[in-house]
């Protein structure tokens, strides 16, 4: 273990840096992360952030099962992915520290670790399940370990504030927050400003708040316990405004541009559920652009309702987790069988039923593609990183009104949680795609039939109930395609079933083909071995390739936003290779689809941790599989 006594500091200038804040779920590991994140994001910095909540929903105060986490990666470089083994860790108390040292992957060899001196006593070690002070028996000699009283300074700047004893000691948070933006050059004006906004409603925490995270500022710079501050440059980003941004609020925003770009109202009916609660509680903020917002007392009512909504006009939405979506499974039918427009946005986390509530996988593929009765095939698609969710949503809006089907956007809890900067679009930067309702009669004897489709895209049209000359129906029951009448005749419900999955297949007409990037030899030959990934895996495998091309190794990668149906050129480029290798966080859905439609082997590479794959753990089994 090293400990520093420095009386000169030299500052170090680094290209990027992995901070890890650790604690106890009620230690605000989750805002002092967010706070740190947004100053970098201000000073220019390219980041991305992967929060870890506990599981349960209050674990023992000071065990393992409590520990809450945020890490922060941040560079002056596109930043692909926050899952890098720590260059900072953050322990508020020994059961963070434990959870953290658990997984050799998390903390690099000679990292700095802050520990919270005052937390490491008798009660708290036996919490953390230590039989030995991990500060002193030789665990963290590896490490560059500094043993702070955070508790006992924070205590201390307080003093001749009015607060309590535990409101101040609750601020501890702020003092670490103040600790190590000292070490990064963070701006002591701005990052007060930003809390005393945070708190604008209780000036008495906003004043508590502040002390503390100057206290830490002031300590860092005056006790000599650092011998190095650390500086990264900005990024170079692309000209444009920028804002950081989660994949929820991101999510949130693509449905509502997708709506107005279609010029329909959005009607949101939903359930709360994590990791998906926070789409509805942002799009509750937009009534003044249309929005209608209904939290329904489960999710069959708020897909219903959804349904409903769209019948109506508008664009039904609707939001869940996996165990939500089953129970959708029979309305999510009905919306096939009644073609109307939704889109169902399924944040996926650890399963099966409620599982692990606040972790991430990619679980719910199949469930996504097959979990109806009958054949129901409806589009599929997935968003890549935080920042996309955003176009995913307005993408699922398009599918889903031009050609009248429910659409499935697959996000999962890593990026429903994480942010990364996000260059703000105009509404004049995404496509115009208005919805044209049916206005006159279209079948015999000046009758409507909502069911004589649009030859193109083979979608019905859309007709607003109440319409003069447009009364129609329609239901559950296999309709006569054209008039719509209900019709129980074999042959026309053969000929319903393959011309509603001939209108999904007919999506990929509209797809841009499939982009394969080839990172081939440095003498010029292309890579023979392809990694295919699909969502929330693109930021690991995409830094993983080029870590693999950096070092000598030839490989080719894709990724995959639609999932139903394919974009146009996946085959070919599945044929194309000696080898495909596709790393996904479940037990290998999207390698069984790929090899059940195209009949070609893939090789599988499967995690179900409940955490997102990491470029560092990637890069060795991947030159494994590549050389095999």
């Known amino acids: 273990m090293t400990v520093t006594t420095a009386t000169t500091r030299r500052i170090e200038r680094k290209d990027q840096v992995v901070i890890r ?101 008798k009660r708290g070690l036996q919490r953390a399940g230590y039989a030995s002070d991990p500060l002193s028996d030789g665990t963290l000699d590896p490490y560059d370990v500094h043993a702070v009283p955070i508790t006992s300074l924070t205590k201390a700047g307080m003093e001749g504030l009015d607060v309590s004893r535990k409101q101040a000691e609750r601020a501890r948070n702020m003092f670490a927050l103040g600790l190590v933006s000292w070490m990064f050059s963070r701006d002591v004006d701005a990052a007060v400003e930003m809390l005393e906004r945070r708190f604008a409603n209780t000036p008495a925490l906003a004043e508590a708040n502040s002390a503390a995270f100057k206290a830490g500022y002031n300590w860092g710079e005056t006790a000599e316990a650092f011998a190095v501050t650390y500086e990264v440059a900005p990024a170079q980003l692309p000209a444009g405004r920028y804002r950081s941004i989660t994949g929820n609020v991101a999510t949130a925003y693509g449905l509502l541009a997708g709506a107005r770009k279609a010029k329909l109202p959005l009607f949101i009916g939903s359930y709360p559920i994590t990791p998906a609660t926070e789409i509805l509680m942002e799009l509750v903020k937009y009534g003044r652009f249309g929005v209608k917002a209904f939290q329904a007392e489960d999710e069959i009512a708020g897909i219903a309702s959804a349904i409903g909504a769209s019948f109506g006009g508008s664009l039904g939405v609707t939001t869940t987790s996996g165990p939500g979506l089953s129970l959708m499974s029979e309305a999510l039918g009905l919306a096939v069988t009644l073609e109307l427009p939704l889109v169902v946005v399924d944040v996926q986390r650890g399963g099966p039923s409620t599982g692990l509530p606040t972790k991430s996988e990619q679980s719910d593929l199949m469930q996504a593609m097959y979990g109806r009765n009958g054949e129901a095939p409806l589009a599929v698609i997935a968003a890549r990183s935080p920042a996309d969710c955003f176009d995913t949503a307005a993408e699922a809006v398009r599918i889903a009104t031009t050609f009248m089907t429910p659409v499935i956007v697959l996000t999962d809890a890593t990026l429903s949680n994480g942010s990364q900067p996000w260059r703000v679009p105009t509404l004049g930067d995404l496509p115009d795609a208005p919805v044209e309702f049916a206005t006159s009669a279209n079948g015999e004897n000046g009758s ?181």
């Open 448 to 628: 409507f039939w909502p069911f004589l489709r649009d030859p193109e895209t083979l979608a019905r049209p859309w007709a607003i109930p109440g319409t003069p000359g447009l009364e129609h129906r329609i239901g559950g029951l296999e309709k006569l395609d054209g008039p719509g009448t209900p019709s129980h005749d074999a042959g026309n419900h053969e000929h319903m079933v393959h011309t509603r999955a001939a209108k999904i297949e007919g999506i990929a007409r509209t797809l841009p083909p499939l982009e394969v990037v080839d990172l081939g030899a440095a003498d010029g030959n292309p890579a023979d071995v392809l990694v295919l990934g699909w969502g929330s895996s693109y930021g690991p495998l995409t830094a993983a390739c080029r870590r693999l091309r950096r070092s000598g190794t030839p490989v080719a990668r894709a990724h995959l936003r639609h999932l139903n149906p394919f974009p146009p050129g996946l085959e070919e480029a599945l044929k194309r290779y000696r080898k495909v290798i596709v790393p996904e966080l479940n037990l290998g859905q999207l390698s069984s689809m790929l090899q059940a439609k195209f009949c070609i082997r893939v090789t599988s590479l499967t995690q179900v941790r409940g955490t997102a794959f990491r470029a560092e753990e990637l890069v060795p089994v991947l030159k494994e599989e590549i050389e095999r």
């Open 21 to 121: 804040f650790a604690g106890d779920s009620g230690d605000g590991m989750q805002l002092t992360g967010d706070r740190f994140a947004m100053q970098t994001a201000t000073l220019g910095n390219n980041l991305s952030t992967q929060p870890d909540y506990p599981a349960e929903i209050r674990a023992p105060a000071g065990t393992v099962a409590g520990v809450s986490s945020y890490q922060v990666k941040f560079a002056d470089h596109e930043v692909l992915t926050a899952g890098d083994p720590a260059d900072v860790l953050i322990a508020m108390n020994p059961a963070a520290l434990r959870a953290t040292l658990a997984d050799p992957t998390l903390l690099r060899p000679q990292a700095v670790v802050i520990v919270d001196a005052d937390e490491f006593n």
